[in-house]
Protein backbone atom coordinates (compact mmCIF):
# COMPACT_ATOMS: atom_id res chain seq x y z
CA UNK A 1 0.00 0.00 0.00
CA UNK A 2 1.06 3.66 -0.64
CA UNK A 3 2.30 5.50 2.17
CA UNK A 4 0.11 7.89 3.80
CA UNK A 5 0.31 10.88 6.30
CA UNK A 6 -0.85 13.86 7.30
CA UNK A 7 -1.62 14.93 4.00
CA UNK A 8 -4.35 12.48 3.54
CA UNK A 9 -5.47 13.34 6.88
CA UNK A 10 -5.73 17.33 5.68
CA UNK A 11 -7.32 15.76 2.08
CA UNK A 12 -10.19 14.31 4.04
CA UNK A 13 -10.98 17.08 6.37
CA UNK A 14 -11.12 19.29 3.21
CA UNK A 15 -13.36 16.65 1.01
CA UNK A 16 -15.74 16.79 3.78
CA UNK A 17 -15.75 20.49 3.99
CA UNK A 18 -14.19 20.45 7.54
CA UNK A 19 -11.11 23.17 8.63
CA UNK A 20 -9.42 20.64 11.09
CA UNK A 21 -6.16 21.99 12.21
CA UNK A 22 -3.44 19.38 12.56
CA UNK A 23 -1.72 20.40 15.50
CA UNK A 24 2.51 19.63 14.64
CA UNK A 25 4.53 18.94 17.40
CA UNK A 26 8.97 18.90 17.60
CA UNK A 27 8.55 15.76 19.38
CA UNK A 28 6.89 12.36 18.80
CA UNK A 29 3.89 11.90 20.21
CA UNK A 30 3.99 8.18 18.88
CA UNK A 31 2.56 7.01 22.27
CA UNK A 32 -0.30 8.00 24.74
CA UNK A 33 2.19 8.92 27.43
CA UNK A 34 4.33 11.17 25.21
CA UNK A 35 1.36 12.75 23.30
CA UNK A 36 -0.58 13.43 26.47
CA UNK A 37 2.50 14.94 27.74
CA UNK A 38 3.05 17.30 25.17
CA UNK A 39 -0.85 18.35 25.02
CA UNK A 40 -0.64 18.90 28.65
CA UNK A 41 -3.95 16.23 28.84
CA UNK A 42 -4.36 13.54 30.50
CA UNK A 43 -3.54 10.07 28.92
CA UNK A 44 -6.97 8.95 28.69
CA UNK A 45 -8.22 11.58 26.06
CA UNK A 46 -5.13 10.24 24.29
CA UNK A 47 -7.51 8.44 21.28
CA UNK A 48 -5.24 5.74 20.52
CA UNK A 49 -5.96 3.58 16.78
CA UNK A 50 -4.67 0.35 16.89
CA UNK A 51 -4.88 -1.93 14.18
CA UNK A 52 -5.87 -5.75 15.08
CA UNK A 53 -5.51 -9.14 12.88
CA UNK A 54 -8.49 -11.19 13.41
CA UNK A 55 -7.77 -14.27 11.46
CA UNK A 56 -5.45 -12.31 9.40
CA UNK A 57 -8.24 -9.76 8.42
CA UNK A 58 -7.66 -6.17 9.48
CA UNK A 59 -9.87 -4.11 12.05
CA UNK A 60 -9.22 -1.20 13.81
CA UNK A 61 -10.16 0.03 17.40
CA UNK A 62 -9.93 3.21 18.58
CA UNK A 63 -9.57 3.37 22.42
CA UNK A 64 -8.80 5.77 25.58
CA UNK A 65 -4.68 5.58 25.95
CA UNK A 66 -5.08 4.61 29.42
CA UNK A 67 -6.90 2.03 28.58
CA UNK A 68 -6.20 -1.69 27.04
CA UNK A 69 -8.07 -3.55 24.29
CA UNK A 70 -9.65 -6.84 25.45
CA UNK A 71 -8.90 -9.18 22.33
CA UNK A 72 -11.47 -11.58 23.48
CA UNK A 73 -14.00 -8.91 23.19
CA UNK A 74 -12.92 -8.72 19.84
CA UNK A 75 -12.19 -12.07 18.94
CA UNK A 76 -16.82 -12.52 20.04
CA UNK A 77 -17.67 -9.34 18.17
CA UNK A 78 -16.04 -10.72 14.84
CA UNK A 79 -16.70 -14.21 15.08
CA UNK A 80 -13.00 -14.61 15.04
CA UNK A 81 -10.91 -18.02 16.23
CA UNK A 82 -7.62 -15.62 16.58
CA UNK A 83 -7.09 -11.79 17.62
CA UNK A 84 -3.52 -10.41 17.39
CA UNK A 85 -1.82 -6.95 17.17
CA UNK A 86 -0.95 -5.93 14.15
CA UNK A 87 3.03 -5.86 13.38
CA UNK A 88 4.64 -2.96 11.72
CA UNK A 89 4.30 -4.32 8.09
CA UNK A 90 0.55 -5.16 8.63
CA UNK A 91 0.23 -1.83 9.82
CA UNK A 92 1.85 -0.09 6.59
CA UNK A 93 0.42 -2.74 4.72
CA UNK A 94 -3.08 -2.39 5.34
CA UNK A 95 -3.26 1.32 6.68
CA UNK A 96 -0.40 2.72 4.66
CA UNK A 97 0.55 4.92 8.27
CA UNK A 98 3.53 4.18 10.01
CA UNK A 99 2.95 3.13 13.76
CA UNK A 100 2.72 5.50 16.02
CA UNK A 101 1.15 7.50 13.08
CA UNK A 102 -2.29 5.57 12.65
CA UNK A 103 -4.82 7.88 12.15
CA UNK A 104 -8.42 7.00 12.90
CA UNK A 105 -9.76 8.91 9.57
CA UNK A 106 -8.66 8.61 5.70
CA UNK A 107 -8.38 4.96 6.25
CA UNK A 108 -8.68 2.78 3.45
CA UNK A 109 -12.00 1.59 2.54
CA UNK A 110 -13.26 -1.96 3.97
CA UNK A 111 -11.47 -1.88 7.17
CA UNK A 112 -13.65 -2.38 10.06
CA UNK A 113 -13.66 0.70 12.84
CA UNK A 114 -14.99 0.60 16.24
CA UNK A 115 -14.83 3.46 18.54
CA UNK A 116 -14.36 2.16 22.31
CA UNK A 117 -16.58 3.54 24.79
CA UNK A 118 -13.81 4.67 27.34
CA UNK A 119 -13.47 7.79 25.05
CA UNK A 120 -16.85 9.17 26.08
CA UNK A 121 -15.45 9.59 29.14
CA UNK A 122 -13.71 13.07 28.01
CA UNK A 123 -15.42 15.89 25.98
CA UNK A 124 -12.36 16.85 24.06
CA UNK A 125 -10.05 13.90 22.57
CA UNK A 126 -7.02 13.70 20.78
CA UNK A 127 -6.24 11.08 17.49
CA UNK A 128 -2.83 10.97 15.55
CA UNK A 129 -3.52 12.53 11.95
CA UNK A 130 -0.58 10.72 10.08
CA UNK A 131 2.63 11.37 11.49
CA UNK A 132 4.07 10.30 15.22
CA UNK A 133 4.49 14.00 16.37
CA UNK A 134 1.16 15.46 14.98
CA UNK A 135 -2.86 15.02 16.14
CA UNK A 136 -5.82 16.72 15.88
CA UNK A 137 -8.54 17.99 18.09
CA UNK A 138 -11.85 16.29 18.55
CA UNK A 139 -14.71 14.86 20.24
CA UNK A 140 -15.94 11.48 20.94
CA UNK A 141 -19.30 12.14 18.51
CA UNK A 142 -17.57 13.53 15.85
CA UNK A 143 -14.96 11.13 15.73
CA UNK A 144 -17.49 8.76 15.41
CA UNK A 145 -19.28 10.51 13.08
CA UNK A 146 -15.88 10.99 10.94
CA UNK A 147 -14.92 7.78 10.94
CA UNK A 148 -18.28 5.99 10.64
CA UNK A 149 -17.25 3.42 13.55
CA UNK A 150 -19.50 1.44 15.76
CA UNK A 151 -19.58 2.43 19.53
CA UNK A 152 -18.35 -0.73 21.76
CA UNK A 153 -17.15 -1.84 25.12
CA UNK A 154 -13.81 -3.54 23.91
CA UNK A 155 -11.66 -2.17 26.85
CA UNK A 156 -9.97 -4.59 29.34
CA UNK A 157 -11.44 -4.21 32.61
CA UNK A 158 -9.39 -2.17 34.88
CA UNK A 159 -9.40 1.31 36.97
CA UNK A 160 -9.01 4.22 34.06
CA UNK A 161 -8.56 7.55 35.54
CA UNK A 162 -11.51 9.29 35.84
Same mark, same amino acid.
Given at each position: ??????? =??? %???????????? $? +???? *?? $????????????? @???? #??????? @?? =? *?? &?? /??? *?? %????????????????? /?????? !? %? @??? $???????? &??? &???????? @???? #??????????????? +????? /? +??? %? !??????? #??????????????
Amino acid at each position: MEERGAN =EVR %DFFESRGMRKEI $H +TFED *ST $HNSELAAQTLGVR @VGQI #AKTILLM @VD =E *SP &VV /VVI *SG %DCRVDFKKVKALRSGRR /VRLAGP !E %D @VMA $HTGFKVGA &VSP &VALPEGIP @VYLD #ASLRRFETIYPAAGE +TNNMF /V +TTP %D !ELLSLTR #AEERDLAKAASPEP
